[in-house]
């Protein structure tokens, strides 16, 4: 025989009453919800976020972050294929030098084999060059991989930061939906309310027009009346507010949204009991960073090493100027008329790599130490939501084993009250006082069905479940 938990036969016993206390509702709260929203579309919460997810412009900005990343995962990949520069020149000028040896450096080139003189000359002289050179880093000692593994890891976390606004996304439009339909039940008892009121007022215009009544209980139940109107006026509003609220969110015109319900089925319990810590969003993105930056310390360590380049070429030269210093006429240089071809294995490296190295290596590890206590930080936030949302789901579930006794008592009392005044037996502040404790009963359920969603949506949230838990809310 299988056994199962305490917390799974406690859920799994919630349900139960969760599904029983929805039915209940459809009798209990009133049954003009779905008439007042007749006009509109039914949106479900997965659908709400989807239309979100195509629509935000923040959403959209980092997606083309994604993008320019892997463009840069490319262009990183190419910049380690062999260089092959050609190039031609002609020129125009005088040939003029002396012996001696500098230093190089940017501008004109002195001439070269030649113009070495008593006197200058400045006869002008063409010459012609062409020239073919490629370069290749033979051996760079893991630099391409690691430069390569940096930009993936850059990716990565551009991807991770996406996942994370998305993720918020979702929670922000859950609770936003959760509210809307907690406001429409508490709108709808707000009708409900003032049907009461109406009819306790009908009831007393006609006794007080047969002098059973005294006139004030007329002007009073008519002031009550007003009052549960400027409620419902109230809850229309803040209605209306969270559903432009979920339109700037989802890009729905809020003149058509309509949410559905979650009366069928209430699996959410299921949803929420493990931890998936390595997969949740608002943590993963702190890892991608710690791994983004421990792929650039190991850049660092690659390219401050030596390098081994494999480099060969050929040109060719003309120029007006003969070997024994014999000036023709321009048009003799501009063809070719020596060729010459090299090729050779250079190693290079800065004496002074080791300190830029170290300074560059002490900045990488604060930035992992930075990503570290961040991680942490996150952990410690989710843990106290998730430990919080235990607390509330715990309350929540022990007010709705009593609300439905409250519910029923309440409306029992209403209808007795009800008739007792018809009867004489009572005065309206006792009728009133009826009708205020079945109104402020109804509006604890809906409060209270309301925190347990909003609890569990926040437990799933923090443990790494909030998929699964839309996905629980499917009719």
């Known amino acids: ?265 209430l699996n959410i319990a299921a949803a929420v009991t493990g931890t998936d810590s390595l997969n949740n969003p608002l943590l993963k993105y702190y890892t991608q960073q710690t791994v983004l930056y421990r792929s650039t310390e190991e850049l660092v360590k690659k390219s401050y090493l030596p390098k081994i380049m494999l480099a060969a070429g050929g040109w060719g030269r003309g120029s007006s100027i003969q070997f024994n210093d014999h000036y023709q006429s321009l048009a003799d240089g501009l063809g070719y008329q020596r060729f010459n071809y090299a090729a050779g294995i250079g190693i290079t490296y800065d004496l002074f790599n080791g300190t830029h190295r170290k300074d560059k290596l002490a900045v990488s590890r604060y930035q992992i130490a930075a990503a570290g206590y961040a991680q942490q930080q996150q952990q410690l936030a989710l843990n106290n939501t998730a430990v919080q949302a235990d607390t509330a789901i715990a309350t929540a579930s022990h007010n709705l084993l009593e609300l439905p006794v409250q519910l029923q008592a309440a409306s029992d009392a209403w209808k007795q009250k009800t008739a007792q005044y018809k009867a004489g037996m009572i005065n309206l502040v006792d009728l009133t006082n009826a009708t205020f404790v079945l109104y402020t009963a109804q509006l604890q359920y809906a409060e209270a069905l309301n925190a347990w969603y909003v609890a569990n949506l926040g437990k799933a949230a923090a443990t790494g479940n909030l998929d699964l838990f839309i996905q629980s809310l499917k009719n």
Request: hydrophobic share 40%; with cysteine.
């Open 1 to 265: 025989m299988k056994r199962h938990s305490p917390s799974i036969i406690y859920y799994n016993c919630m349900n139960g009453l969760l599904k029983w206390l929805t039915t209940a509702a459809a009798v209990v709260l009133p049954g003009c919800v779905n008439l007042l929203f007749a006009q509109q579309q039914t949106f479900s919460l997965a659908v709400l976020i989807d239309s979100a997810s195509h629509h935000l412009p923040v959403l959209l900005q980092k997606q083309a972050m994604i993008n320019s990343a892997r463009a840069n995962e490319t262009d990183v990949r190419h910049q380690f294929l062999p260089k092959l520069t050609a190039g031609d020149e002609v020129s125009v000028g005088s040939a003029n030098d002396v012996a001696g040896t500098y230093l190089p450096f940017s501008g004109v080139i002195h001439a070269t084999s030649a113009g070495i003189r008593g006197e200058n000359n400045y006869q002008a002289q063409t010459g012609n060059i062409v020239s073919l050179y490629g370069e290749y880093e033979l051996v760079n000692f893991g630099l391409r991989g690691a430069k390569i593994n940096n930009a993936i890891a850059y990716t990565q976390v551009q991807q991770a930061d996406y996942d994370r606004e998305l993720y918020l996304l979702k929670w922000q439009i859950s609770k936003l939906y959760f509210d809307i339909l907690k406001t429409r039940y508490q709108l709808a008892v707000d009708e409900q309310n003032m049907e009461r009121y109406q009819s306790v007022y009908a009831i007393i215009k006609a006794l007080a027009g047969s002098g059973v009544k005294a006139g004030v209980d007329s002007s009073l139940a008519k002031a009550e009346l007003s009052k549960s109107r400027v409620g419902y006026n109230q809850r229309s509003g803040d209605l209306a507010q969270l559903r432009q609220q979920l339109s700037y969110l989802s890009g729905i015109p809020a003149a058509i949204i309509n949410i559905d319900t979650v009366t069928q089925q």
